[in-house]
């Protein structure tokens, strides 16, 4: 319990200095301090994993699947790095909120953040609920690696005419008919007051769209790492910092998205992977270097083939 006391504590040390100190001031976030960022979240990620060592080798938390201290480390970057690239998708997604709300730049981190406490609750329940039956019912493997193999297929074969929009959606449909909406942004402000008359602005919006995309997105994610480890620390640590990242690597990525198109079939092939991993626990045991191999490099990959393709396409 004091583990996870102590893991809650620094998150929550982590955003109020994000907010309060290195973000007081709402600006447009360049590439270069995204990057910076990114790498930062990137490195405390990986550094983290000898905690998770430290954690494990000295018994200070339940270890369920009796897993040794290497394993540990290894399960929690393999979950990580899974989270992280499931990402790019919600990425993709931020970005056409954005854009369909019209939300300034220098507002957009402001949202995201406030985005990523739901995520951390949501994310928190459907982690719980997810260990718990697969756990409880061992069955529910199965379905929850079929699901997985749908979501890639379906991934693979929806077309480009396919695009979310934000303004069609049901949430945002639903928000119109509970709440007054105003089109008018009060500076980084989610409500604003006109004619006595309280409404939610474009930034409120996109936050509810936002967080409700996640839990969406949450639906594959939760359980593509449960094909990893069951073991809930491992999987809410992981998640918890893949989500941190996600906003100084949405800033990283937002203006180069289309460079980085191949990375869809990156995800697919991990989708897969780990959906076929859940269906054939029983009859395949994998070491737990190949998933942590096999999701670097399919990542790698994708990112390589996604800049050489967009290189040639430029120099012609």
Request: glycine share 4%; proline share 3%.
């Amino acid at each position: 319990m004091i583990i996870w006391i102590s893991f809650f504590v620094i998150v929550l040390f982590i955003l109020i200095l994000d907010l309060g100190v290195f973000n007081k001031t709402p600006h447009i976030i360049s590439t270069k301090e995204a990057t910076k960022w990114t790498a930062i979240w990137v490195s405390i990620s990986f550094l983290f994993s000898g905690v998770i060592y430290w954690i494990y080798n000295n018994n200070y938390i339940d270890n369920p699947d009796q897993l040794k201290p290497i394993n540990a480390s290894v399960k929690f970057i393999t979950g990580y790095l899974i989270e992280l690239s499931l990402s790019v998708d919600n990425i993709f997604v931020i970005a056409i909120i954005f854009a369909a709300f019209k939300i300034p730049q220098k507002y957009q981190h402001r949202v995201l953040f406030w985005g990523i406490l739901g995520a951390i609750f949501f994310r928190g329940l459907m982690i719980f609920f997810g260990v718990m039956l697969v756990n409880k019912f061992k069955w529910t493997t199965y379905i929850f690696g079929a699901f997985l193999l749908y979501t890639a297929l379906k991934m693979l074969f929806t077309g480009e005419d396919d695009k979310f929009e934000p303004k069609k959606s049901i949430v945002y449909k639903s928000l119109k008919k509970i709440m007054p909406i105003s089109n008018h942004i009060d500076q980084e402000h989610f409500f604003v007051k006109r004619r006595h008359i309280t409404a939610a602005t474009p930034l409120f919006v996109a936050l509810v769209v936002i967080e409700v995309m996640d839990v969406v997105f949450a639906i594959d994610s939760v359980p593509a790492i449960l094909a990893i480890t069951n073991d809930p620390f491992l999987v809410f640590s992981s998640n918890i910092f893949a989500i941190l990242g996600l906003r100084s690597m949405y800033f990283f990525l937002a203006n180069m998205l289309e460079k980085f198109s191949y990375l869809e079939y990156s995800l697919i092939a991990i989708l897969s992977f780990v959906g076929l991993k859940m269906l054939l626990h029983d009859f395949i045991k994998l070491p737990e270097w190949v998933s942590l191999a096999f999701i670097a490099v399919a990542l790698i990959t994708g990112i390589v083939v996604s800049l050489r393709i967009n290189k040639t396409n430029t120099s012609k």
